[in-house]
C-alpha cells in the first residue's frame, strides 16, 4: 500500500489512528497493550497487501531475531557461546538478504567470469528487506552490547514492522521508538499533535506527486534516450542529470514526511533523516544530511568496527571506501551501484585529506567566510549530481554518454528561447538547438521546473523547519550557516495551528489529490 494512494489516505490511515485511540480510551485495555496489538495487526495488513507471500519471511526473520536477541540479552552474559550466537544471528540476517537480493547478480557475473551458463530462478526481492534486516541486525549488535532492554515479543514485532518506517526507513532503533509506547501520554487524543502530523503528511504527499513526479517525465526521457544510443545534447544532459538529481531529492524527502507525519499522528517521533542534503558546504556535511540513518548505521556498525579512524589515515581512508562500496551495494545489485558507492568514498577521502592540510595551516575551518563556503557548495553539489548519474543509469554506456554530453564533449547547445537573450555566446561556440525531437524533452516546462526545484532545494527551510518550535522528530534540524535575520525571517513564516496554515494545507491537499491519477512508487522501494 503506498502512502500515495487513495486506499492508504482515505482508509487505512484514518481507520489505523481511530481504533488506536478508541482502544486508548480504556486503561483496562493499555495495561492489555491492546492498542500495541492493534498496531501490530494494521502494520501486518498494511506489509501483506503489498503480496502476502511476503509475509512468512518477515515473519520468520523477526521471530529468529528476537529469539537470538533474548538469549544475547537474558541468558549469555559472555563467552564463547554468547559470541557463536552473535556470530549465527549476523549470518542469518546477511545470509537472507545475500540470497534475495543479490544472487542473480552473484551468478550473472560467476557466468560472464567463467563462461559458465549457470541459471538460477529470477529471485523477486520482498519488500523492505534492507530496511528491516539492518535494523535486525543493529538490535543483535546492541543485545549482544548487553545495551539493549527486555522487550516482549509483541513490543518487538511493532519496533520492526511500525508501518510508518517499515518498508524504505528511516532505520529506527530499538531505544528510540520502544520506551515512547511506555509513556501514558501517548495513548491521549490531541487535536494539535493530529494537525502537526496531517500537516507533515500532506507536505510529503505534495512534493512526492507535484515536484518529484513531474520532474521524473523529463529524467525518465533523457535517460531512456541514452541508454538507447541517442546522443544527448548538452542540454538535454543536464536536464536529466537535474532532473535526477530533484526527483530523488523531493521524491525521498517527501517519503521522509509522510512516515514523520504518520507516526506523529499517533503520537511516534521518528529520528530525524532528510535534512536539505543539497545546502551542503562539503561531501561529509552532504552525508550528515541526506538519509540521516542509514549513515549512521554505516558509521557505527560497519566503519567503527573496521577501525574506523583509531588506526591511523592510510587505514581510515580504506575503511572509508570500503563503508561506501557496501553502502553502494546495499542500495542495489549493480556495478553501477557499487561504483556510485566508491566514488562518494573517494570524495570522502579528498575532502578529509583537504581539511586535514587546511588544519596543518592553521586554517579555522569554522571561520570560513561566504566566498569558500559558496565554493564548497558549488563543488559538492556538481560532484553528488555527477555521482546521480552513475546511480540512476542503467549501465556505464549510459552513464558515460550523459557525462560525455554534460561536459561539453558533443558541443555545447542551449535552449532555443534561450537565444534572444544569449545570443551573444555564437561568437564562442555556443549553439542554441538544444533540445531534439527525438527525445521529447518539453524545454521550456523543464528548464523553469528544474530553476523552480532548485530554488526550493537551495533557498527554503525543509519541512521539519518549516514546524518551527513544533518539531515532530527525535532531533531537531539545525541549519548552520544561516543569517540571525534569515532565521528570525523563516522563524516569523514557520508553521502555526491557525487559520492561513490551515488554508495553506487545504490547498496542498487539493493539488495533490487532483494529480492522484498517477499513483507512482517511490525511488527508495527499489533499493
Known sequence: MLFNSFEFVFLFLPITIAVFFWLARDEQRIKRQNPITWLVLASFFFYGWWNPLNLPLIIISMLVNYGLG????????????KKLIFILGIIFNLGL???????????????????????????????????????????????????????????????????????AGPIVHHKE?????????????????????????????????????????????????????????FSESWVGALGYTLQLYFDFSGYSDMAIGAAYMLGIRLPLNFNSPYKAISIVDFWRRWHITLSHFLRDYLYIPLGGSRKGSLRRYLNLVITMLLGGLWHGAGWTFVFWGGLHGIYLVINHLYRSLRQALGHN????????????????????????????????????????????????????????YLGFLRNIGVGFFGFSVNVGISQKYATFGILILLFIAWCTPNTQQWMGKYNPTLTEPIEYYQSQWQRQFWQYLSWRPNTIWTIIVAGLTSLSLLCFSRVSEFLYFQF
Open 70 to 81: 533474548y538469549l544475547l540479552g537474558n541468558v549469555f552474559e559472555r563467552g564463547k557461546k
Open 97 to 167: 538478504i545475500c540470497y534475495f537480493k543479490y544472487a542473480n547478480f552473484i551468478v550473472d557475473n560467476i557466468n560472464q567470469v567463467t563462461g559458465n551458463d549457470i541459471i538460477i530462478p529470477t529471485i523477486v526481492i520482498p519488500l523492505g528487506i534492507s530496511f528491516y534486516t539492518f535494523q535486525q541486525i543493529a538490535y543483535l549488535v546492541d543485545a549482544y552490547r548487553g545495551e539493549t532492554k527486555e522487550y516482549n515479543l509483541q513490543q518487538y514485532v511493532l519496533f520492526v514492522l511500525f508501518f510508518p518506517q517499515l518498508i
Open 177 to 233: 521508538v520502544l520506551p515512547q509506547f511506555e509513556n501514558s501520554e501517548l495513548y491521549k487524543f490531541n487535536k494539535q499533535t493530529l494537525a502537526i502530523g496531517l500537516s507533515i503528511f500532506i507536505a510529503g504527499l505534495f512534493k512526492k506527486v507535484i515536484f518529484a513526479d513531474r520532474i521524473a517525465e523529463y529524467s525518465n526521457l533523457a535517460f531512456t534516450a541514452a541508454s538507447q544510443g541517442v546522443d544527448l545534447t
Open 365 to 420: 575551518l569554522r571561520n570560513d567566510g561566504w566566498l569558500l563556503r559558496g565554493l564548497g557548495w558549488l563543488t559538492t553539489f556538481l560532484a553528488v549530481v555527477i555521482s546521480w548519474v552513475f546511480f540512476r543509469a542503467n549501465n556505464f554506456a549510459t552513464a558515460i554518454s550523459i557525462l560525455k554530453s554534460m561536459f561539453g564533449f558533443n558541443g555545447i547547445q542551449l535552449a532555443p528561447f534561450l537565444e534572444s
